[in-house]
């Protein structure tokens, strides 16, 4: 089994900046891809940025310049630093990660930016 403890989130002013950490833990081979979603109220979840074990990374549209995914293999830790925050970023993020071949989820954290 494997446990995901996502921590970061908060309240911060439109411009500010925000950094999301995720802890995996537990009993695994080997870590593939990490990455970081995000769902807003009335909202589908989305991918905000991914990065693959060979650290290849992927991020939505919407953040690309502002946002950077990135992961240390010797914690199992993937964060993602959000600069220039929008309050259209406001949303809970989940952190989501491919450990041998089957997903995780983290319980959320809340993201909330004011203008």
């Known amino acids: 089994q494997v446990q995901l403890v996502e921590s970061g989130g908060g309240l911060v002013q439109a411009g500010g900046s925000l950094r999301l950490s995720c802890a995996a833990s537990?009993?695994?081979?080997?870590?593939?891809?990490m990455g970081w979603y995000r769902q807003a109220p009335g909202k589908q979840r989305e991918l905000v940025a991914i990065?693959?074990?060979?650290?290849?990374?992927n991020y939505a549209d919407s953040v690309k310049g502002r946002f950077t995914i990135s992961r240390d293999n010797a914690k199992n830790t993937v964060y993602l630093q959000m600069n220039s925050l929008k309050p259209e970023d406001t949303a809970v993020y989940y952190c989501?990660?491919?450990?041998?071949?089957?997903?995780?989820w983290g319980q959320g954290t809340q993201v909330t930016v004011s203008s």
């Open positions: 989501r990660v491919v450990v041998d071949i089957i997903d995780y």
């Open positions: 537990g009993s695994f081979f080997s870590i593939n891809a």
């Open positions: 990065i693959n074990s060979g650290d290849s990374t």
